[in-house]
């Protein structure tokens, strides 16, 4: 796809027209997002303007009949693009996109359409069990149907994010191979969290919950997943270890809960104890 990248990066129309086709065909919205990206993180915001207008057109089409992930995608993916080129630190980007993410969950962007009722009775006839735990939280004074459009507003947010860093590194790797080889291994594989920066992201989560706002606590521990995910690509890099560790890491990752957690342990670890930096001078 490099070659598809250098192509774009000819001429801005070229660009424009792709990124408007990609976001306009179904499940192809992560392409135009990734142009975007790009072009953002070469040119900067206002050059990038007509490209993201692009992306972002199509994207306000499928919003209309009712799917929001594409041009939520592509705004996240803009906004941390963006934050990425001016303070070429991950760590900020990430806690940006988060932060706009839980904002946009906490307005009820991801919530479903036609509300949580239709939802909440077609989870009551599939399972008598849920319907006897939706009863119990009824009778323990929670709002049912807010509850639900939380959860399902909150699970459509968590995968919106992870879909923009993904374009976002895309988009940054494409920018790599073309003018800079290696920078976003090297910069990726450098990614973590800074004390200051995982205090900052636990106090705003505990105070979105004493607030009423609990769209935090659902996302906000992103960051440190991808700070986790970028550790164990540095030790696989500094090991010099073969790639289909990699692979089965992430399978691991995508199946099982406890691959999650393991990760979110290590990077809450490298976060004070800087590992990698440790690894290399034992190495």
């Given at each position: 796809m490099l070659a598809l990248a250098r192509w774009l990066m000819q001429k801005t129309p070229y660009a424009i027209g792709v990124a408007a086709l990609a976001t306009l065909v179904p499940w192809l919205f992560w392409l135009g997002a990734a142009i975007a990206a790009l072009v953002t993180l070469r040119r900067g915001f206002a050059p990038a303007l007509p490209v993201i207008l692009a992306a972002a057109l199509p994207a306000g089409f499928w919003w209309m009949q009712g799917d929001v992930i594409p041009l939520a995608s592509v705004l996240l993916v803009t906004l941390m693009a963006v934050v990425l080129r001016e303070r070429m630190r991950w760590s900020e980007a990430l806690i940006i996109g988060t932060l706009a993410c839980a904002f946009m969950v906490q307005l009820g962007v991801f919530s479903p359409p036609g509300g949580s009722e239709l939802m909440l009775e077609q989870l009551r006839q599939s399972s008598a069990e849920v319907d006897g735990m939706l009863d119990e939280f009824a009778r323990q004074g929670y709002d049912t149907q807010a509850l639900a459009a939380m959860v399902v507003g909150g699970v459509t947010g968590l995968i919106v994010l992870l879909a923009a860093i993904?374009?976002?590194?895309?988009?940054?790797?494409?920018?790599?191979?073309?003018?800079?080889?290696?920078?976003?291994?090297?910069?990726?594989?450098?990614?973590?969290?800074?004390?200051?920066?995982?205090?900052?992201?636990?106090?705003?989560?505990?105070?979105?919950?004493?607030?009423?706002?609990?769209?935090?606590?659902?996302?906000?521990?992103?960051?440190?997943?991808?700070?986790?995910?970028?550790?164990?690509?540095?030790?696989?890099?500094?090991?010099?270890?073969?790639?289909?560790?990699?692979?089965?890491?992430?399978?691991?990752?995508?199946?099982?809960?406890?691959?999650?957690?393991?990760?979110?342990?290590?990077?809450?670890?490298?976060?004070?104890?800087?590992?990698?930096?440790?690894?290399?001078?034992?190495?």
């Amino acid at each position: 796809m490099l070659a598809l990248a250098r192509w774009l990066m000819q001429k801005t129309p070229y660009a424009i027209g792709v990124a408007a086709l990609a976001t306009l065909v179904p499940w192809l919205f992560w392409l135009g997002a990734a142009i975007a990206a790009l072009v953002t993180l070469r040119r900067g915001f206002a050059p990038a303007l007509p490209v993201i207008l692009a992306a972002a057109l199509p994207a306000g089409f499928w919003w209309m009949q009712g799917d929001v992930i594409p041009l939520a995608s592509v705004l996240l993916v803009t906004l941390m693009a963006v934050v990425l080129r001016e303070r070429m630190r991950w760590s900020e980007a990430l806690i940006i996109g988060t932060l706009a993410c839980a904002f946009m969950v906490q307005l009820g962007v991801f919530s479903p359409p036609g509300g949580s009722e239709l939802m909440l009775e077609q989870l009551r006839q599939s399972s008598a069990e849920v319907d006897g735990m939706l009863d119990e939280f009824a009778r323990q004074g929670y709002d049912t149907q807010a509850l639900a459009a939380m959860v399902v507003g909150g699970v459509t947010g968590l995968i919106v994010l992870l879909a923009a860093i993904a374009c976002l590194a895309l988009g940054r790797s494409w920018q790599a191979g073309l003018y800079n080889p290696g920078g976003f291994r090297e910069e990726f594989h450098a990614l973590r969290l800074s004390p200051k920066e995982l205090a900052l992201l636990m106090i705003l989560s505990v105070a979105g919950v004493l607030l009423g706002g609990e769209a935090l606590l659902v996302v906000g521990w992103v960051p440190l997943l991808i700070a986790g995910i970028a550790l164990v690509h540095g030790f696989i890099g500094l090991k010099g270890m073969n790639g289909l560790w990699l692979a089965v890491f992430y399978v691991l990752l995508i199946t099982t809960l406890p691959t999650i957690l393991i990760v979110l342990l290590l990077g809450l670890i490298d976060t004070f104890a800087n590992v990698r930096a440790r690894l290399a001078r034992s190495n």
